[in-house]
């Protein structure tokens, strides 16, 4: 069974940084693209940032381009989303999810993130 | 970046409706569209996947279809389980972007 476990969320300081992690089990993690995606009280989902598979390509959204950084550790099954620069706006849960074939059909529970002074 | 934008942002309906939601990229994404079913503080759940593709398990009420730049999703029959916010996203090696959302609320 695919499963996905988001951490780390937290509440932080405007200006702050966190890190988030999701572990992954279930599935050949080494294979997979992985995504975070966002969804903010009272907005859509938005879609962060995916890497590939051995890490060596990723993509951002632009308003965390910069800010932001994706990695994975294939040995320990996991996923990051290294977040600096925090602002409001970042506030939301965040999610990972598995890539498959043009869609994401696993995604984890979500981790609450609070930016606020 | 390719735009994504739905329609309508809210849409009224009762059971046993056949409601459209409709999708569109701001440049042709041949395929590469899904679309989900959100419920509040839950994870989204994918429908569809490759614009027309039913996920194993959705209910066959539900259908997707469209290329290149327009897609819709349509529910033949509203169920009451049906209530909840509608995503569609395109995938290229660049993004995933969403669009805005489609609530579909009770009439």
């Known amino acids: 069974e695919v499963q996905l476990v988001e951490s780390g969320g937290e509440t932080v300081q405007p200006g702050g940084s966190l890190r988030l992690s999701c572990a992954a089990s279930g599935f050949t993690f080494s294979n997979t693209w992985m995504h975070w995606v966002r969804h903010g009280p009272g907005q859509g989902l938005m879609w962060v940032s995916r890497i590939n598979s051995d890490g060596t390509s990723t993509r951002y959204a632009d308003s965390v381009k910069g800010r932001f950084l994706i990695s994975r550790d294939n040995a320990k099954n996991t996923v990051y989303l290294q977040m600096n620069s925090l602002r409001v706006e970042d506030t939301a849960v965040y999610y990972c999810?598995?890539?498959?074939?043009?869609?994401?059909?696993?995604w984890g529970q979500g981790t609450l993130v609070t930016v606020s002074s | 970046d390719i735009q994504m934008t739905q329609s309508p942002s809210t849409l009224s309906a009762s059971v046993g409706d056949r409601i459209t939601i409709t999708c569109r990229a701001s440049?042709?994404?041949?395929?590469?569209l899904a679309w989900y079913q959100q419920k509040p503080g839950k994870a989204p759940n994918l429908l569809i996947y490759k614009a027309s593709i039913l996920e194993s398990g959705v209910p066959s009420r539900f259908s997707g279809s469209g290329s290149g730049t327009v897609f819709t999703l349509t529910i033949s029959s509203l169920q009451p389980d049906d209530f909840a916010t509608y995503y569609c996203?395109?995938?290229?090696?660049?993004?995933?972007?969403f669009g805005q959302g489609t609530k579909v609320e009770i009439e």
């Open positions: 996203q395109h995938f290229n090696s660049y993004s995933a972007t």
């Open positions: 999810g598995k890539d498959d074939l043009g869609g994401i059909r696993h």
């Open positions: 440049q042709s994404i041949s395929s590469w």
